[in-house]
Structures are given as structure tokens and as C-alpha cells.
């Protein structure tokens, strides 16, 4: 099973939460044709979420490959209470910071080996990453990674894949009360971070 590099697929707008639903119940009968036909539908919207979430299209493939693979691993688990393209982005979330752990534990062993690397420059972005936008998603990605995983977990859902409150809750397995807490306070860490703030004062229109 893998993921397609140009699956074509019907417009967004013609893919309706009945269609998917129809595949899923189907995957979930033991069935990888009907698995693979419902995250075609929903991959170029996952892709876009894993390009956000990576901020590099060779890293994002890998993290959709990984998502997919873990997907199908737990379908099972999936019980329609929440939209499956929600369910799918809170796996995305936890493999992508399962991965960014690990990374960085072995960065810290290889710091501990070579420490005379302590002083290497750090890696200056290329020229395709200078346009605003690119400029904006790495400094959301830096700030949200200084956020507790619980708090930015419920930032990317509620923001960066369109999910309800409840939806929310339902991923997480805990209150609406408790996911509104946690956007708060993650939003309160965000709008005290130094980094963003100087981001918005050179480009003032911008919004969270």
C-alpha cells in the first residue's frame, strides 16, 4: 500500500462526509481497496496539513506515508464520531512529533559525541523559502513547537484542520471544556512569543 504521487481525485467540493464514510465502513471489513479509495479522496487536503505540519515536501510525503500506514494500522479504533479527515490529522499530529522527539534525541547524542560541532552555522533557508508565506509557516511551526504537545495539538486541529470543538474533544478524548482551556492558554503562550511578534510588526496584516 502506497501513497499516490498525483492521485486524481473528484474536486474537493464533490467529496461528501457519505462517500468516505461508505469507504471507511468498507476498510474496516477488512477491505485495503476501499482504504486506499477514501485517503485518495482526502489526500491532497492531508498533504497540504502535512506540508504545514513539516514544512518540506520530501519530509511531508514521508510523514503521508507514515499517517496512511498507521491509519489502516488503527482502523478499527475509528468510531464516526468525529470526521475521519480529523481523525486522520490527529494521527498525522502524534507521528509527526514522535518524529521531531526522536530527532531530536538524536541530536542530543550527537552533540554529546561531537561537541565541537557546538559552533556550525545553522542552516540558512534556501531561496524557495523567502516568499511571506513560507516565511509565515516557519515561524508558526517554531512557535508551536515551544507549545506544550497538548496545547499544540488542539492549535493545528482547531486552526489548521477546520475541526469543531467537539471534534476536538472527541480526537483527545477529553471535555469541550478542557479543549477550550488548552486553546486558550495556547493562544496566550503564542501571542507573548517575542518571535511572532516581530514577524507580525514587519508584516501587520497578518493573522493567526
Not at 98 to 113: G, K, N, P, S, T
Request: glycine residues 4%.
Amino acid at each position: 500500500m502506497r501513497v499516490l504521487n498525483e492521485p486524481r481525485v473528484e474536486s474537493e467540493t464533490e467529496i461528501s462526509e457519505k462517500e468516505i464514510s461508505d469507504f471507511v465502513l468498507q476498510a474496516q471489513g477488512n477491505d485495503p481497496e476501499a482504504f486506499a479509495r477514501a485517503f485518495c479522496l482526502l489526500q491532497p487536503r492531508l498533504l497540504r496539513q502535512a506540508l504545514f505540519l513539516a514544512g518540506d515536501e520530501h519530509r511531508a510525503l514521508d510523514l503521508l506515508q507514515d499517517t496512511m500506514l498507521e491509519t489502516w494500522k488503527h482502523l478499527q479504533r475509528f468510531d464516526g464520531r468525529a470526521r475521519f479527515f480529523t481523525w486522520i490529522c490527529g494521527i498525522m499530529v502524534h507521528r509527526h512529533y514522535d518524529w521531531l522527539r526522536r530527532l531530536r534525541i538524536r541530536a542530543a547524542h550527537l552533540f554529546e559525541e561531537e561537541s565541537r560541532l557546538e559552533s556550525e552555522p545553522e542552516h540558512q533557508p534556501g531561496p524557495s523559502e523567502t516568499s511571506d508565506h513560507l516565511d509565515r509557516a516557519r515561524v508558526m511551526r517554531e512557535c508551536l513547537d515551544q507549545l506544550p504537545s497538548k496545547q499544540r495539538a488542539v492549535v493545528y486541529l482547531r486552526f489548521y484542520a477546520g475541526e469543531s470543538l467537539e471534534g476536538i474533544a472527541l480526537i483527545n478524548q477529553c471535555s469541550v471544556g478542557t479543549v477550550k482551556s488548552r486553546l486558550f492558554h495556547a493562544l496566550e503562550r503564542l501571542a507573548k512569543m517575542q518571535k511572532l511578534k516581530e514577524f507580525q510588526s514587519e508584516a501587520p496584516r497578518s493573522k493567526i
